[in-house]
């Protein structure tokens, strides 16, 4: 299912940052045009969708994986692709907290196969878990890069959320929102592994939306999908 919404930052003909001069060709679209609204039905903002900038480079710290087969008879959730989540409930925070670990230990860890999660009512609480009402949760794992491209990374939430690369801060869309927000970020991936988090708010609802889409060279976006996520090997696991 493609998405729309973010604009691109730049034109269409995607350029290695390494090839672009100081005044190179990496220009966005004009600004001042109303973005398309996001998958979720309630998205009212984007944010980072009319500024003129070019995508940062990065690389990772490991090669990409080759292909995984699932193993003979093993389930969805107990394969190598998705992401681990670690739930912690907090009371009257209207942002993530800047240290997970000042949190304490989860109040739950549980997994899922990507981030599209669209207009739930929060009353019913974060899928696949029991947290309900004030909570934060933070998504570990890695995402598998095999196409060296120009990737638009893009979260869209309610309430806030924020993705980080290598441990890089690369898109904040932090806060608490009336409805669902996008926030959008170029970046020139070559291809790896890079380890990825990605952390949501919860404050008080009525409804609760989480979505980690891409598009790559300019094209559609899309729900960024289970099979280039990995979760991670944790400490005690």
Known sequence: LALTGCKSKQSEDTQNPDEV?????????EGGEAAASSRARGSTATRGADRRTKARK?????????SVEPAEGEAEDEGPNGLVAQGFVVDGVDALPKDFAALGDPAETFTVPNLDFDEIDAADG???????GNYVIRFLGSINIVEEAEYELCLHSDDGSRLLLEDTLLVDNDGVHD??????ELVYLAPGEYMLEVDYLQFKGPLMTMHFAWGINGGDKEIV????LFKPVLSGS
Do not use: N
Not at 58 to 66: D, F, I, L
């Open 21 to 29: 001069g100081a005044e190179g060709g990496a220009d966005g679209a």
């Open 58 to 66: 990065m690389t990772a710290k490991k090669p990409p994986r080759g």
């Open 126 to 132: 974060f899928p696949g878990s029991g947290l309900a």
């Open 179 to 184: 409805s669902a927000v996008e926030a959008c």
């Open 225 to 228: 999908p289970s099979e280039v």
